[in-house]
């Protein structure tokens, strides 16, 4: 069973150096009739680029090298071989091209290395990209019938066979912090920000967009982080280091007044961060499936879940999803083996909102809290706002069950 939820393909990546690694994988594997199952290690020898971007397709050889199962008869048949492979917290599946075996009685079979492509999941930028083996199926023609041998691999997934480290995304420049962020005419300011090429940088008040006459001079150091100083001394309400991206920092000139002076106060308190409905979503029926001895899917879609962000501060949350088993508490037959998965989406649902928000990467979902949703803290910046999460769902269901209604409650939590 192989959860599939990748999106589309990019583009293939660029000139990366490519590394090989052979592991052992201890499997169990069953066979079809007369067969006999086997459980024992198998050779993974895999190839891999050392480097690439997010949501790059990449190329991969995979050799799987000779199978624990020994076959107990002699003939030729054409085989085909589905490897599965967990690539970081996405599954896909790499498919050889058909191949013609003379299987000998006795012998175990030794498949050829074939060649593909994975795809880097997107958010990975700056991690390492683990590649492991979650299940290894091949399909056996022999006259028209085909006859499936499937072998898992104890635990699963594998250890890792083989690894891809995502670049970094380049940071724009920005400017961070003023300090003091208001003033009158004469001010000093303290202009800070990240990203800047080691130098010289300058500083600019504007009004309205447009520059004010106020400029000032700093330094940003080998960090990229950037200090200058400036005079503010016509009103203005933005001020920038040059060759910042906007937003620029707010700034408030202070236009002193004649007459009697009286102040006026107001706190703002900080409001909950929340995900709801606090009941719960109704439940999901993903319809309706008929037995036929295969591994077969079925889609649906999870019931969005407001998010509420009224902290008033910097913070970030993550949003992450567990699962219960699929069981039926009043018969008690489970499906132990049956997945489910989710393509998360996530989307900005008050326009006045400080923040945007990011799904998560495509996946399966465990008793292992999946990352499914997430608002980045912002530093020196507001965060918060409201939010919708959902997505796409699957369940993979093993090829033989009890006839029954099953249940697994997915529980969406925020942090």
Not at 167 to 178: M, S, W
Request: hydrophobic share 35%; glycine share 12%.
């Amino acid at each position: 069973m192989s959860l599939v939820l990748t999106g589309a393909v990019v583009g293939l990546s660029g000139t990366a150096q490519a590394a090989t690694k052979t592991t052992s994988v201890k499997l169990d594997c069953v066979a079809p009739p007369p067969q006999a199952g086997a459980t024992g290690n198998q050779n993974f020898t895999i190839t891999l680029p050392d480097g690439a971007k997010a949501g790059d397709v990449v190329p991969i050889t995979i050799d799987p090298g000779a199978s624990p199962v020994i076959p107990g008869f002699s003939v030729t048949t054409v085989n085909t071989s589905k490897i599965t492979l967990k690539v970081g917290s996405t599954t896909q599946t790499v498919v050889s091209p058909p191949e013609t075996v003379s299987v000998v009685a006795g012998q175990p079979l030794d498949p050829s290395g074939f060649s593909g492509t994975i795809k880097i999941p997107d958010g990975s930028e700056g991690t390492t990209v683990s590649v492991a083996l979650d299940l290894s199926v091949t399909d056996a023609n022999l006259g028209g019938s085909v006859f499936t041998t499937t072998c898992t691999p104890n635990p699963r997934p594998s250890a890792s066979l083989g690894s891809v480290a995502v670049e970094a995304l380049p940071k724009d420049p920005i400017t961070t912090k003023l300090t003091p962020n208001s003033g009158k005419a004469g001010q000093a300011v303290v202009v800070t920000g990240a990203n800047f090429p080691a130098g010289p940088v300058t500083c600019t008040a504007l009004k309205a967009g447009a520059a004010t006459g106020d400029t000032g001079t700093g330094t940003a150091a080998a960090d990229g982080t950037a200090t200058c100083n400036i005079t503010v001394n016509n009103a203005a309400d933005e001020i920038k280091i040059d060759g910042s991206i906007t937003p620029y920092k707010v700034y408030v000139f202070v236009v002193d007044q004649p007459g009697v002076k009286n102040p006026v106060d107001v706190e703002v308190l900080p409001g909950p961060l929340a995900i709801g409905p606090q009941a719960g979503n109704p439940a999901v029926s993903f319809g309706k499936v008929t037995i036929n001895g295969k591994s077969q899917s079925v889609i649906g879609q999870f019931t969005a879940m407001a998010v509420q962000d009224f902290r008033g501060g910097t913070l970030g949350w993550d949003v992450s999803a567990t699962r219960t088993p699929f069981l039926n508490s009043v018969t008690g037959h489970a499906m132990a083996t049956a997945q489910i998965g989710i393509q998360p989406t996530c989307k900005v649902t008050n326009a006045d909102s400080p923040s945007t928000c990011t799904a998560g990467a495509p996946g399966a979902i465990s008793d292992t809290p999946m990352k499914v949703a997430s608002q980045s803290a912002g530093g020196d910046n507001l965060t918060g706002g409201e939010f919708e999460v959902g997505g796409a769902g699957m369940i993979q269901l093993p090829p033989f069950m009890f006839a029954d209604t099953y249940q697994s409650v997915v529980t969406f939590s925020i942090a």
